[in-house]
Every structure is written in C-alpha cells, then in structure tokens.
C-alpha cells in the first residue's frame, strides 16, 4: 500500500464545531487532493495542491479549506461543521510528471456531523 | 469536457469466473490515460491498472486485464479467476494531460461463494 496517511480515520462531532482533517504523504509528490465520497459513491473533487503554497477548488463547491505549508502536509479545516458534511473525505496524492501521475489514496476519514 | 460512464452499477460473479467491467469515456485529447481503481468494502482505494492511450496493447497485470478501444473510447476490465478479495466497488477514471482525474460513478462488484 501506499504511503499516505490520514487522520482521524473516524470523527463523530457536533454541528457547529471546527475540524481539521489531516493528510501526510511521504512519497514526495507534488500534486495532493481532496475527495468527497458518500459511501459506495462516486468521488467529487473538492480541493487540491500543486505543490508548496498552492491550492485550487475542485468541481465540487466546498465550505472547507485547505491549506499546503509543506510538500508532504495537506491539511482540509472546516470552520463550522454542519449535518450536511457528513460524508467519507479521502485524501491522495501523485507525482506531476504525467506520464507518473497515478493516483495514490489514503484509508479516508469518515465524518458525522449530528 | 471529460466524463467518465461505467453503465454497471452493480455486478455479481461466481468465484473463479470470469467477469467484465464495462468503462465509456469522452474526451477531445489524443493523450491521455486510463485507469481502473478499486475500493474494498472499508478500506483504501487502490490502482488495479493504467493503459497508456498512445500504447495499443492491452495492459496486464496477473488476473486483470483490460480491452481499450481508442475509436470506441471503451475501456473494459476483465477479471479472471475470480476471488472472494475481488470485491469491491471499481473506478474507471481518465487524466488528460496537465488536468485533474475524472473517475466515473463505480461498479459495485460482489464475488458470490
């Protein structure tokens, strides 16, 4: 398996809260993503990093930030968690070359919002 | 625009049959590539296989194979052998070039006993 890496893996939390998912990498690359998944649901796209200070919006509008200080760090904050987040968040990564750029997922953190 | 159609939402097998994942695409670049990932009930998602739209043979890897059809844009995976570990749900996604991946909706894939 790959080497990526999330944190928490389960959190249940109240509407209202502020909560940081975490993802580390330690493969070096450059590109880091952000998907939302329902589960046994297609993935959508909500963030992601080219590499060091840069981070776009994926097609799917987001209330959740993100943030890429470090190559190997790419953390997605929500500032106040509402029922409807309640989803599986998976984190992944890929080099940039592109005849390299195969996708690798971390294990996800699966969120409740109540 | 890119899309990605997996047709099969849902799929059973027989262990030790064979089975075969359909996957359509559309995209107006000639370079681009193509993959299958699969996610296990609970667990992390994976890369089964990556073709090369610029390469005509099929890729392999042990009990999986795919059929690419450029013209066709079909992307097909064939599972062989099938094994009580094979299921999942399945991915088919494409990346053109400089772009972000486009995965399509999953096949839920269930190998019967």
């Known amino acids: 398996e790959a080497d990526i890496y999330q944190t928490p893996r389960y959190l249940v939390i109240g509407t209202g809260k502020k909560i940081t998912l975490e993802c580390s990498q330690t493969m070096g690359h450059d590109k880091m993503y952000w998907y939302q998944q329902d589960p046994g649901m297609e993935l959508h796209l909500i963030h992601y990093?080219?590499?060091?200070?840069?981070?776009e919006k994926g097609d799917l509008s987001s209330e959740s930030t993100v943030s890429r200080i470090r190559t190997e760090h790419f953390p997605l904050t929500l500032e106040s968690a509402r029922p409807s987040h309640t989803s599986q968040y998976l984190c992944?990564?890929?080099?940039?070359?592109?005849?390299?750029?195969?996708?690798?997922f971390g294990p996800g953190t699966r969120l409740l919002v109540l | 625009a890119q899309t990605v159609t997996q047709s099969q939402p849902e799929m059973s097998v027989q262990e030790a049959e064979t089975v075969t994942l359909s996957c359509t695409y559309d995209t107006s670049e000639n370079n681009y590539y193509l993959f299958w990932y699969k996610q296990p009930p609970s667990r992390q998602m994976i890369l089964v296989i990556r073709?090369?739209?610029?390469?005509?043979q099929n890729a392999t890897e042990n009990r999986f194979s795919v059929n690419f059809q450029k013209a066709a844009k079909s992307f097909s995976l064939k599972i062989s052998d099938s094994q009580l570990g094979d299921t999942a749900m399945y991915f088919c996604?494409?990346?053109?070039?400089?772009?972000?991946?486009?995965f399509g909706p999953g096949t839920r894939l269930s190998v019967l006993p």
């Open positions: 073709q090369e739209a610029y390469k005509q």
């Open positions: 996604a494409i990346l053109n070039y400089g772009q972000n991946f486009v």
């Open positions: 992944a990564s890929s080099e940039l070359d592109a005849g390299r750029e195969t996708q690798y």
């Open positions: 990093s080219y590499g060091v200070n840069s981070t």
